[in-house]
Nanobody, 118 residues
């Protein structure tokens, strides 16, 4: 199983970016999918998570600016990031809880860098 993320880049404050991540391989299903980020000198923290039923939760600082979505037919998760701020600068990692043989495993993507200039 692999998670492949894409969509990072360098943008100015106030601009938008869309991150996407696709899960590939042999598995039964995917439970939660989400995005974490790690800024320089800081610990990795959750940005947004969406469960198989569609319910989502967000880190407080991104509420109202970021929207997470998933396409279960394509095994993808996306993060629409609007009104980006310099404080959003970080490496963003996609995350999935993948079910194989009735067991759930945590997988991480390779990380994609988002840089927001002021």
């Amino acid at each position: 199983v692999q998670l492949q993320a894409c969509g990072g880049g360098l943008v100015q404050s106030g601009w938008s970016l869309r991150l996407s991540c696709a899960a590939s391989g042999r598995f039964s299903s995917i439970n939660a999918m989400g995005w974490y980020r790690q800024a320089p000198g800081k610990q990795r923290g959750m940005v947004a998570m969406i469960r198989s039923g569609g319910s989502a939760n967000y880190e407080d600082s991104v509420k109202g600016r970021f929207t997470i979505s998933r396409d279960d037919a394509k095994n993808t998760v996306a993060l629409q990031m609007n009104s980006l701020e310099p404080e959003d600068t970080a490496v963003y990692y996609c995350y999935s809880e993948i079910v194989m043989n009735q067991l759930t495993y945590q997988y991480w993507g390779q990380g994609t860098l988002v840089t927001v200039s002021s």
